[in-house]
């Protein structure tokens, strides 16, 4: 069957590296598009993609792509589609639709028009429709359009794979699990070295990578949408089930983080314990400009600091915008400075929509990788650390 996993953009070749890793497939049978990949692959896929994929924001079955040019083509191609093979009259569903350069002058109506073709087909066959549910559908079907085509899909996910299940407590604009492992992946973390998150919140970044280091599958802890769907086999979901409980094992290498407000590191300590990976992930209270290196052997930094559209940066805990825009100094030009005097060794990778951020911090980058959080478009840049500033180095010494 044909899938397709949307992802957040500029993760796509991320995703499909993940993708490849899980299922083997590649060359036709996977193909990166804008905002997810396409693949050739099994119902068992689907599951094991749920599962374990950390960078997918659904797993969707293709049902159908058709040509459209008004609302009338859309009741057509839904009507046509075998909706009584995957799920039945008993079960309420949810069509929800996006659509990008469509002549539809309303997607309210084309919704409405594909919801009355799938409720036609069940009431011709059997004399019984289902119902609609909008707040907690059993089956949720997904519509595309495009300027001249419409891709009807099924969910198999249920609620958004960034919900993992653990993270019960967050704090204002908390970071979606799916970036975090995409920030994790861009940065080339293989567990082998240690992870420090100086502005950790409700802990996302460093759960999400004590539970890489530890082999726990991102989707051990939650239902899924397909165990609703007729194609659903108890015995073989089981199966991929047991075989993850069983690939877990103990983390050989240490995972920190640390916030300046001591609420969020409750939060991040509690889901942490939800998450498994109590004994594999360190927080602590701290200010960023002020805590050392949590390690004596030089890691990597991986930092979502709070920023513009989120919320304002922050360093002495109740003092964020006074502090951004005080006298004593810029929050990045003071972090820049504290990391080169007290982590030279280390990799930092920062996430941010400032796109001159390197200038403002007064370092080189030496990457700089697209990815958006959420509809904010941001760059991600990886700094190598090194003692004094450039500049510094370049002067000879005093007499």
């Given at each position: 069957?044909?899938?397709?996993?949307?992802?957040?953009?500029?993760?796509?070749?991320?995703?499909?590296?993940?993708?490849?890793?899980?299922?083997?497939?590649?060359?036709?049978?996977?193909?990166?598009?804008?905002?997810?990949?396409?693949?050739?692959?099994?119902?068992?896929?689907?599951?094991?993609?749920?599962?374990?994929?950390?960078?997918?924001?659904?797993?969707?079955?293709?049902?159908?792509?058709?040509?459209?040019?008004?609302?009338?083509?859309?009741?057509?191609?839904?009507?046509?589609?075998?909706?009584?093979?995957?799920?039945?009259?008993?079960?309420?569903?949810?069509?929800?639709?996006?659509?990008?350069?469509?002549?539809?002058?309303?997607?309210?109506?084309?919704?409405?028009?594909?919801?009355?073709?799938?409720?036609?087909?069940?009431?011709?066959?059997?004399?019984?429709?289902?119902?609609?549910?909008?707040?907690?559908?059993?089956?949720?079907?997904?519509?595309?359009?495009?300027?001249?085509?419409?891709?009807?899909?099924?969910?198999?996910?249920?609620?958004?794979?960034?919900?993992?299940?653990?993270?019960?407590?967050?704090?204002?604009?908390?970071?979606?699990?799916?970036?975090?492992?995409?920030?994790?992946?861009?940065?080339?973390?293989?567990?082998?070295?240690?992870?420090?998150?100086?502005?950790?919140?409700?802990?996302?970044?460093?759960?999400?990578?004590?539970?890489?280091?530890?082999?726990?599958?991102?989707?051990?802890?939650?239902?899924?949408?397909?165990?609703?769907?007729?194609?659903?086999?108890?015995?073989?979901?089981?199966?991929?089930?047991?075989?993850?409980?069983?690939?877990?094992?103990?983390?050989?290498?240490?995972?920190?983080?640390?916030?300046?407000?001591?609420?969020?590191?409750?939060?991040?300590?509690?889901?942490?314990?939800?998450?498994?990976?109590?004994?594999?992930?360190?927080?602590?209270?701290?200010?960023?400009?002020?805590?050392?290196?949590?390690?004596?052997?030089?890691?990597?930094?991986?930092?979502?600091?709070?920023?513009?559209?989120?919320?304002?940066?922050?360093?002495?805990?109740g003092r964020g915008r006074e502090r951004a825009q005080s006298e004593d100094g810029d929050f990045f030009v003071q972090l820049a400075a504290h990391w080169k005097k007290h982590y030279a060794g280390w990799t930092a990778w920062v996430l941010t929509p400032d796109l001159k951020l390197p200038t403002r911090m007064r370092l080189k980058e030496s990457r700089r990788?697209?990815?958006?959080?959420?509809?904010?478009?941001?760059?991600?840049?990886?700094?190598?650390?090194?003692?004094?500033?450039?500049?510094?180095?370049?002067?000879?010494?005093?007499?």
């Amino acid at each position: 069957m044909t899938l397709f996993l949307p992802c957040a953009a500029g993760v796509e070749d991320l995703l499909a590296d993940e993708v490849h890793g899980l299922t083997g497939l590649q060359g036709e049978d996977l193909q990166v598009g804008r905002g997810g990949v396409l693949l050739q692959a099994r119902w068992e896929d689907a599951l094991r993609l749920n599962l374990h994929s950390r960078l997918a924001q659904r797993v969707l079955v293709q049902l159908s792509y058709t040509p459209y040019r008004q609302e009338a083509d859309l009741y057509e191609a839904a009507r046509a589609l075998p909706w009584e093979d995957w799920f039945t009259t008993r079960q309420r569903f949810k069509v929800e639709i996006t659509a990008q350069h469509s002549p539809l002058k309303s997607l309210n109506f084309a919704a409405l028009k594909i919801k009355d073709a799938v409720v036609d087909r069940f009431r011709d066959r059997s004399g019984v429709r289902p119902d609609v549910d909008t707040q907690r559908p059993d089956v949720r079907l997904y519509a595309h359009l495009d300027a001249g085509h419409c891709t009807l899909y099924i969910d198999t996910s249920g609620e958004p794979l960034f919900k993992r299940g653990w993270r019960e407590d967050k704090g204002e604009a908390p970071l979606k699990e799916t970036l975090a492992a995409a920030m994790l992946a861009a940065s080339g973390w293989d567990a082998q070295v240690p992870l420090y998150d100086p502005c950790c919140g409700s802990g996302t970044i460093a759960i999400e990578a004590a539970q890489i280091a530890c082999g726990i599958a991102p989707g051990l802890q939650r239902r899924f949408g397909f165990e609703r769907l007729l194609p659903f086999e108890a015995a073989a979901w089981r199966g991929l089930r047991e075989a993850a409980l069983a690939a877990r094992h103990a983390s050989t290498v240490t995972v920190h983080g640390s916030d300046v407000a001591f609420r969020m590191v409750d939060f991040a300590n509690r889901n942490a314990h939800r998450a498994g990976v109590a004994e594999a992930v360190q927080f602590r209270g701290g200010d960023a400009l002020q805590r050392l290196p949590p390690t004596d052997t030089p890691g990597l930094m991986l930092v979502n600091p709070p920023y513009g559209e989120r919320i304002e940066a922050a360093g002495v805990a109740g003092r964020g915008r006074e502090r951004a825009q005080s006298e004593d100094g810029d929050f990045f030009v003071q972090l820049a400075a504290h990391w080169k005097k007290h982590y030279a060794g280390w990799t930092a990778w920062v996430l941010t929509p400032d796109l001159k951020l390197p200038t403002r911090m007064r370092l080189k980058e030496s990457r700089r990788v697209p990815m958006w959080n959420g509809p904010i478009e941001c760059r991600l840049f990886r700094f190598d650390m090194v003692a004094g500033s450039a500049r510094v180095r370049e002067k000879p010494p005093a007499p």
